[in-house]
DNA sequence: CATGAATGAGTTTTCATTCAT
DNA sequence: CATGAATGAAAACTCATTCAT
């Protein structure tokens, strides 16, 4: 075959990942049919399984993916900062845009709940959280923050709990909450690192 | 037929409930089907239609009835208790115990989805939520943390966040959380309410 | 329920069952699909898996089936004669009788192979294989003729395998294929149960 | 391009061909798909049609070809011996050696039921067996075997109903089964070929 | 109140076959 | 000759829901 053949393969098996993403966030983990999947992608439904193997697969690959970026993206805004407060109030600028196109944040929630039923993205998931964890924690502990690791763990899940709550709960706003979770990242005797 | 048919009416509808809260967490909100549910209650499958009208409104009754006894177990909590961090250590230790079994945990996690898609759970949710932190923030408030509404509700998305990272990581126990939650309802300038 | 719905389920499973078995002849073990079946049984598509579980499970429960009532004739068979040159001729004449129609012929073979595949199936059809032989191998010894268990087997079998092949060569007939078999039922010093 | 070209295209059938054997023993007729064939091959799926035109056209290829090559062993067999029974214990040593590897034997039984449904897989077949049948005829009938030709065609469908029983039934070992046979291949008034 | 048979649409998945490269 | 992407139909199976009893 030539290389257009398999660059035609690649184009739709990325395509899958972007729709599947999409309709994780739309319709929730078991809303993602194949059919759903592959005309949002606007291939045929029979490519689902020829890529990918099964739906499950394919939606595990697509929030992995999406989990990985956010990941990546984490790095480059910690690089912006230097205040611990200033790294968490870009963290939650996400709270505010969610409008229901910010399909990556409830991926994350979805993701957790079907790494619970499936192995292998359990193993997957918690590689992210760990990479994404690590970095956090490293961050926090070279500006003084006590027990970085602990605190990034806590950082994370807060943010993961409060992107769900979320959308649910409008009032819900990064300005409201930020100040609470700003008090996580400051040592307990005061802000000595602002100082 | 007289009282007996409706004591047994009564006794079928809570078998579906508690049914209902195992199933969801066992297999995940999308997972549970009438037939599942019937079989685990040992009810006909017809049942669950007469009773609930359909499999998510039985889903929807069962979420918000569990979630509303977890509330309605904070009030007595938040009654043993002075101490905000011991408050926080009573409220994590469910951390701890979370081996699969227990259901309500997850249920949460489940029903904040389940409501995303749902207007009427959503409005019921939202309601269990609030409950939960007007009465969390009225106990705080009453001990000198500061801004007692944002730290009750960053508080309760902290938990279900920790709650549902937990499930897939099982270092994170309430022993190596605890110390950074209590962070949160510390005022900035120190323990002063422990004084 | 009433009486009046498990009656009529009886009969869609019995539809069900005598459908598969000529279809099992008709198109082959794996040529029978939910369709073919449930449309041949005159029932809905669904009713299949409502009443059996499986395709596999309501093939396997359809051939049981027949084999046994083959089983079950070849009782009656038995009483009506005394030499076992007569019962073979009874016991082949099923393949002057092959026209298609004969359906019950070809699901032994199918429900042989389909055996080889699925180990409870082949519980099943062993103990009707088993039951068979007991029975034959007994009114054999009775009649004088030597090793009557293994010229059970060895009747059965070629009458199996007789039956398999004449499928394909209408010249195999009875008339022509008895005076060989007959030479299995006479003992070795000459017919003595003849005398 | 030139013999090269040949040369890979005779290996990729051949390959085809005893992979296509292996898995029709396996799974059955039914069973054996495109891919599955082509990947035991080790070869494109796309090769299948086009060395065979489809999947089907393969299949009976294979077994044709596996039961011509049975048919061309049992010449030399016959070769070797003088004696009918020396000649069937040859003959129905395949049963003991069946462990489920001996994938040639399924392959008979499944080319019967599919020759039922494939004219012209029914025609190859067929002149396979009467091939065999007029060999072990002439065969026989030079050793004073009465009616030698509804005797080869009785030993052949006894033979293969053996061996699909055998597949079922462990207990039909050659030893048990020979005694039986044997009194096939002896004529009426005693083993008069002996002496 | 309760049962469970029935329906029909929906699901995931497999597959033979075609075809551009 | 060979590859493997693509197609579209069909497969098995599930399910919420209805309804006669």
Redesign the interface.
């Known amino acids: 075959m030539g290389p257009k053949s398999a660059e035609r393969g690649r184009e739709v098996r990325e395509r899958l990942l972007v729709a599947a993403v999409e309709l994780i966030a739309e319709?929730?983990?078991?809303?993602v049919s194949t059919r759903t999947v592959a005309e949002r992608a606007g291939v045929g439904a029979g490519l689902v399984h020829y890529h990918f193997g099964s739906v499950q697969e394919l939606l595990s690959a697509a929030a992995v993916a999406a989990m990985r970026e956010v990941g990546g993206s984490l790095e480059s805004l910690l690089e912006q900062v230097e205040d611990p407060a200033d790294a968490l109030r870009l963290m939650v600028s996400s709270l505010d845009d969610y409008t229901g196109d910010d399909a990556v944040s409830?991926v994350f929630?979805?993701a957790?709940?079907?790494?619970?039923?499936d192995a292998q993205l359990?193993d997957q998931?918690?590689e992210v959280?760990a990479e994404f964890r690590a970095r956090l924690a490293g961050w926090l502990g070279a500006r003084g923050v006590a027990?970085p690791e602990?605190?990034a763990?806590?950082?994370?899940?807060?943010?993961?709990?409060?992107v769900?709550?979320r959308?649910?709960?409008p009032a819900?706003t990064s300005e409201?909450?930020l100040?609470?979770?700003v008090?996580?990242v400051?040592t307990?005797?005061?802000?000595r690192w602002r100082s």
């Open positions: 319709r929730g983990w078991g809303g409830m929630t979805e957790y709940l079907a790494a619970t039923r359990r998931v918690a959280m027990e602990a605190t763990a806590v950082v994370g899940a807060s943010i993961d709990g409060l769900m709550q959308a649910l709960d819900l409201v909450v100040p609470v979770l008090r996580m400051q307990p005797g005061g802000a």
